[in-house]
C-alpha cells in the first residue's frame, strides 16, 4: 500500500489501535486505548507533511553506514555467566528460563 | 557559565598526587548530599562503591602506577547503560530489580582510563522524552532552576554536571537527548558520529540512531572524554572500523579560514532569544576569521516526521524483549501470552507504550510501505541534502533547542509540542554525523542557550574547532 499518510490518518478507530495493541503484546485500558485512538490519528495527520514529496525514485536508508556482513572469526570466545543471567529472570529453575504453560491454551 | 573544576584538572591533580582521588570524590559526593534531595540526578548513587574505586586509585599511584587520563575523575552514567551487577533501570519498572551480567564498553573503557563512578543518572523512560518528566521514578529539576525541567532524555546526567555532582556524565542521544538537555542545563553535550563510539551495552531505543556521549562543563573536557571512549569495538557491530581522529590539537585551531553554514531554510519555532544568540555566533565566528556561508537544506523540515516514524519502529521491535521472562519484572498470568500482556501493560509508562503502539502501527502489514517505508526514503533525501550543502561549508551552526529550560507540565499534556524540542537535533542522527551543543549567552530569565556545531560524519575535530572558538569568546571556563 503506497496510500498517503493523510488518508490513513482518517481510517485510524478504536478497533484498528486493539489490533495494533495485540501485536505488540500490550495490555491496554480502555481509556489508554481511547487516548491512543486519538493520539495515532493526530501524529498521522501531523506526519502527513511527507506526502507532498515524490519520493518514488529515492532509495531508503536503513542505517547512516551501510556496513554489511560484519563477521568474527569461527572460534569460542568467553561468554556471559549462567549462572548470573539466569540470576537476573523473574523465574529460573534447572539452569533454565521459566514461563507459564504455552500448550492447551488458547491463545 | 560553570565553576566547577573541570575534569583536566582534577585528573592532572590527583596523577601528581597533589591532591587525592578520595578527596575530589567526597567533595563531589558532597554536593550530592547536599542538593539531590531537590535536583533528582540519580536513580542510584554509587557512594560506598565510589570511595572504595577513588582508593584504588590514589592506592595505585602511590604506587607508581600510570593510572590513566581520567584519574581520579567523578563520572556519573546514563542509567541506561549496563554496568555488571549494579541495577540498571531505563527509569522503567519493567527493569525492576535487573542487575546486568555485564559492563558496557563504555563504562569498561572509562574505568581503565581512571574514572570513578559516582551513580546511575534519570532519564525519561527508555530514553524517550525530551524533559525527564516521563521517569518512572520522578521527574529530575534542573539545577539552574529548579521550577524547570533540565531536558531530556538525559536530564539526570546533564543536571549531575551542571550541580556539580560528578566532573563529567555519559548520555546517549537517539535525537537530541545528550544536546537539548546540555543546551537547557549550560553544559556542552556532545553526540559523537554513529559509530564512533561501542553502543554495546547501551540499552537499545532506536539501534540505528542511538550514540553515547559526553556532558562536560567545557569543551576540552569533552574531547577528553570522547578520545576515552571512542574506536573500533568488535562487540558492536555498527562500529566504525577505523581510528577516531585526535581532538586535542582542534581546540586552539580556531576557526580562520574555515566555511560555516547558515541553514536559511531551518524550521522556524525557535524563540527570539534563541535565535538571537544564533545570530551572535555567526557574528563571533565571522569576527575570528571564518566564511559564513548561507546554505538550503530542503529536507530538514521533514526531520520530525521521519525520525517519529523510523525511532518508534524500531523501538517497537527492540523493546519487545521485555516480556517478563529474561529479565526485570513479571505478572504472573495463566498462559504465556497473558503474561507478555500483562507484564508489558503494567511495566511500561505511558509515552512508551504511546511509542510502542506507533512504531507496531507504522510496521504493521499495508502500512509499512505508507509509513515506515517513505520514512526511510526521507531519510535519504536528508542525507542528500546535507551532502550537497557540505560541498560548500566545513560545519553547519543552528539552535540545540528552540527555547531555554521550560517549566515543568507545560508540554506534557501534548506530545507533539514535545516532540518538537527535537526538530533541531533530530537530523544529525537521522544522517549518522555529529553535532555538538555548547552554551552561547543567556535568554529568558537569564536562562543558557544551547548553539548547535555540526559537522560531516567523522568530522569531529573541526566541530571541536568551531566549539572551542564560541566557548572562548563567551568566556568559557578554562580551569
Known amino acids: 500500500m503506497t496510500g498517503s499518510l493523510k488518508r490513513v490518518s482518517e481510517q485510524i478507530d478504536r478497533g484498528a489501535v486493539e489490533r495494533v495493541a495485540k501485536l505488540?503484546?500490550?495490555?491496554?485500558?480502555?481509556?489508554?486505548?481511547?487516548?491512543?485512538?486519538?493520539?495515532?490519528?493526530?501524529?498521522?495527520?501531523?506526519?502527513?507533511?511527507i506526502d507532498a514529496l515524490d519520493l518514488d525514485?529515492?532509495?531508503?536508508?536503513?542505517?547512516?553506514?551501510?556496513?554489511?556482513?560484519?563477521?568474527?572469526?569461527?572460534?569460542?570466545?568467553?561468554?556471559?555467566?549462567?549462572?548470573?543471567?539466569?540470576?537476573?529472570?523473574p523465574d529460573a529453575s534447572d539452569g533454565r528460563f521459566g514461563v507459564p504453560p504455552i500448550l492447551g491454551l488458547d491463545l | 557559565?560553570?565553576?566547577?573544576?573541570?575534569?583536566?584538572?582534577?585528573?592532572?591533580?590527583?596523577?601528581?598526587?597533589?591532591?587525592?582521588?578520595?578527596?575530589?570524590?567526597?567533595?563531589?559526593?558532597?554536593?550530592?548530599?547536599?542538593?539531590?534531595?531537590?535536583?533528582?540526578?540519580?536513580?542510584?548513587?554509587?557512594?560506598?562503591?565510589?570511595?572504595?574505586?577513588?582508593?584504588?586509585?590514589?592506592?595505585?599511584?602511590?604506587?607508581?602506577?600510570?593510572?590513566?587520563?581520567?584519574?581520579?575523575?567523578?563520572?556519573?552514567?546514563?542509567?541506561?547503560l549496563c554496568t555488571r551487577g549494579i541495577p540498571t533501570t531505563c527509569s522503567s519498572n519493567i527493569l525492576d530489580g535487573w542487575r546486568p551480567p555485564y559492563d558496557a564498553t563504555v563504562v569498561s573503557r572509562l574505568a581503565d582510563a581512571g574514572a570513578v563512578f559516582v551513580g546511575k543518572t534519570n532519564l525519561d523512560e527508555f530514553a524517550m522524552g525530551s524533559s525527564t518528566e516521563n521517569s518512572a521514578f520522578g521527574?529530575?529539576?534542573?539545577?539552574?532552576?529548579?521550577?524547570?525541567?533540565?531536558?531530556?532524555?538525559?536530564?539526570?546526567?546533564?543536571?549531575?554536571?551542571?550541580?556539580?555532582?560528578?566532573?563529567?556524565?555519559?548520555?546517549?542521544?537517539?535525537?537530541?537527548?545528550?544536546?537539548?538537555?546540555?543546551a537547557l542545563c549550560g553544559?556542552?553535550?556532545?553526540?559523537?558520529?554513529?559509530?564512533?563510539?561501542?553502543?554495546?551495552?547501551?540499552?537499545?531505543?532506536?539501534?540505528?540512531?542511538?550514540?553515547?556521549?559526553?556532558?562536560?562543563?567545557?569543551?576540552?573536557d569533552a574531547a577528553l572524554l570522547l578520545e576515552c571512549m571512542a574506536g573500533h569495538d568488535p562487540g558492536d557491530s555498527t562500529s566504525i572500523p577505523k581510528p577516531f581522529p585526535s581532538l586535542s590539537e582542534s581546540l586552539d585551531r580556531g576557526v580562520a579560514g574555515l566555511r560555516i553554514g547558515r541553514i536559511v531554510d531551518l524550521p522556524s519555532g525557535a524563540d527570539a532569544d534563541v535565535v538571537a544568540s544564533v545570530d551572535r555566533a555567526f557574528e563571533v565566528l565571522a569576527d575570528a576569521g571564518a566564511e559564513i556561508i548561507d546554505v538550503t537544506i530542503p529536507a530538514f523540515t521533514y526531520g520530525l516526521t521521519a525520525y517519529y516514524l523510523i525511532a518508534?519502529?524500531?523501538?517497537?521491535?527492540?523493546?519487545?524483549?521485555?516480556?517478563?521472562?529474561?529479565?526485570?519484572?513479571?505478572?504472573?498470568?495463566a498462559d504465556t501470552n497473558s503474561m507478555y500482556m500483562a507484564t508489558?501493560?503494567?511495566?511500561?509508562?505511558?509515552?512508551?507504550?504511546?511509542?510502542?503502539?506507533?512504531?507496531?502501527?507504522?510496521?504493521?502489514?499495508?502500512?509499512?510501505?505508507?509509513?515506515?517505508?517513505?520514512a526511510l526514503k526521507v531519510r535519504r533525501l536528508m542525507a542528500q541534502d546535507f551532502a550537497t550543502a557540505y560541498e560548500s561549508v566545513d560545519a553547519l551552526v543552528t539552535p540545540a533547542s528552540p527555547s531555554v529550560a521550560f517549566p515543568f507540565g507545560s508540554k506534557t499534556s501534548d506530545p507533539l509540542a514535545m516532540y518538537l524540542c527535537d526538530s533541531y537535533t533530530i537530523p544529525s542522527n537521522l544522517i549518522g554525523h555529529p553535532a555538538m551543543s555548547v552554551p552561547f549567552g543567556a535568554g529568558e530569565n537569564d536562562l543558557p542557550v544551547g548553539v548547535q556545531v555540526l559537522a560531516p560524519a567523522m568530522g569531529e575535530p573541526t566541530m571541536f574547532a568551531v566549539a572551542a572558538e564560541l566557548e572562548r569568546s563567551a568566556g568559557g571556563n578554562h580551569v
Do not use: C, W
Open chain 1, 24 to 49: 505488540a503484546r500490550l495490555e491496554l485500558s480502555d481509556a489508554e486505548l481511547d487516548e491512543a485512538t486519538t493520539r495515532l490519528a493526530g501524529m498521522m495527520a501531523h506526519f502527513a507533511d
Open chain 1, 57 to 89: 525514485d529515492v532509495e531508503p536508508m536503513t542505517q547512516p553506514y551501510e556496513l554489511v556482513n560484519v563477521l568474527r572469526d569461527d572460534v569460542p570466545l568467553e561468554t556471559l555467566d549462567h549462572n548470573e543471567v539466569l540470576a537476573a529472570a
Open chain 2, 1 to 80: 557559565m560553570s565553576t566547577f573544576q573541570s575534569a583536566r584538572s582534577i585528573a592532572a591533580s590527583v596523577s601528581t598526587g597533589e591532591s587525592s582521588a578520595v578527596d575530589v570524590v567526597s567533595q563531589h559526593l558532597a554536593r550530592i548530599e547536599e542538593r539531590e534531595e531537590e535536583v533528582h540526578a540519580f536513580n542510584l548513587v554509587l557512594h560506598d562503591e565510589a570511595l572504595q574505586s577513588a582508593e584504588r586509585v590514589d592506592e595505585r599511584i602511590a604506587a607508581g602506577e600510570q593510572v590513566g587520563p581520567l584519574a581520579g575523575v567523578p563520572i556519573a552514567l546514563k542509567d541506561n
Open chain 2, 139 to 182: 521527574p529530575t529539576r534542573n539545577p539552574l532552576d529548579t521550577s524547570r525541567v533540565p531536558g531530556g532524555s538525559s536530564g539526570g546526567s546533564a543536571a549531575a554536571v551542571a550541580a556539580g555532582f560528578s566532573a563529567m556524565s555519559l548520555g546517549s542521544d537517539t535525537g537530541g537527548s545528550i544536546r537539548q538537555p546540555a
Open chain 2, 187 to 220: 553544559v556542552v553535550g556532545v553526540k559523537p558520529t554513529y559509530g564512533a563510539v561501542s553502543r554495546l551495552g547501551l540499552i537499545a531505543f532506536a539501534s540505528s540512531l542511538d550514540q553515547i556521549g559526553p556532558f562536560t562543563h567545557d569543551v576540552a
Open chain 2, 312 to 333: 518508534p519502529a524500531e523501538a517497537s521491535s527492540n523493546l519487545a524483549r521485555y516480556d517478563g521472562v529474561r529479565f526485570g519484572s513479571r505478572v504472573e498470568a
Open chain 2, 344 to 374: 508489558r501493560g503494567e511495566g511500561f509508562g505511558p509515552e512508551v507504550k504511546r511509542r510502542i503502539m506507533l512504531g507496531t502501527y507504522a510496521l504493521s502489514a499495508g502500512y509499512y510501505d505508507a509509513f515506515y517505508g517513505k
